[in-house]
């Protein structure tokens, strides 16, 4: 976050807009029945996170990285706004990390499964952005957009 004209963009779009904190039931709802559907085209049952490493890419509140907690995942989350990291997802915070999701700054073959969820669209380079996700996928590993 560099201006204090971008924070409050922010939390306009987000909280005032968006309502994104009224909404995380619902949310996280949405993203357990994709999981669900995705299960039945991959290699391994998405729902059963337990041994594995998740990261949600564009992470905002945090929802997703909740629920793939919940699911078993050691999930990880990150999102280029300080904002959301600091102030709506305290209760996760040492699981989130601030990045440009152009440049993720982990690993090659750290994850098991990647999730994006309403980012690819706001990306000014979604070639680069998938390089970098299936560079830190491990062999195997699931990368599911919505």
Same mark, same amino acid.
């Given at each position: 976050?560099?201006? /204090?004209?971008?924070? =409050?963009?922010?939390?306009? !779009?987000?909280?005032?807009?968006?309502?994104? =904190?009224?909404?995380?039931? %619902?949310?996280?709802?949405?993203?357990? %029945?994709?999981?669900?559907? %995705?299960?039945?085209?991959?290699?391994?049952?998405?729902?059963?996170? /337990?041994?594995?490493?998740?990261?949600?890419?564009? &992470?905002?509140?945090?929802?997703?990285?909740?629920?793939?907690?919940?699911?078993? !995942?050691?999930? !990880?989350?990150?999102?280029?706004?300080?904002?959301y990291l600091c102030e709506y997802a305290r209760d996760i915070?040492?699981?989130?990390? %601030? &990045?440009?999701?152009? /440049?993720?700054?982990?690993?090659?073959?750290?994850?098991?499964?990647?999730?994006?969820?309403?980012?690819?669209?706001?990306? =000014?380079?979604?070639?680069?952005?998938?390089?970098?996700?299936?560079?830190?996928?491990?062999?195997?590993?699931?990368?599911?957009?919505?």
């Amino acid at each position: 976050m560099n201006t /204090k004209r971008e924070k =409050n963009f922010e939390t306009w !779009y987000f909280e005032d807009w968006h309502h994104y =904190n009224k909404k995380r039931i %619902a949310i996280q709802k949405l993203y357990y %029945a994709v999981l669900r559907w %995705a299960t039945e085209f991959v290699p391994f049952n998405l729902m059963d996170g /337990k041994a594995k490493i998740a990261l949600d890419v564009g &992470c905002a509140h945090g929802y997703t990285v909740e629920l793939l907690t919940h699911l078993g !995942y050691d999930a !990880y989350g990150c999102d280029i706004s300080r904002l959301y990291l600091c102030e709506y997802a305290r209760d996760i915070a040492s699981s989130l990390v %601030a &990045c440009d999701a152009h /440049k993720l700054p982990f690993h090659e073959g750290s994850f098991n499964i990647i999730t994006v969820f309403e980012l690819l669209e706001h990306l =000014n380079d979604q070639h680069e952005f998938l390089d970098n996700c299936f560079r830190c996928l491990k062999p195997k590993g699931i990368l599911v957009l919505q």
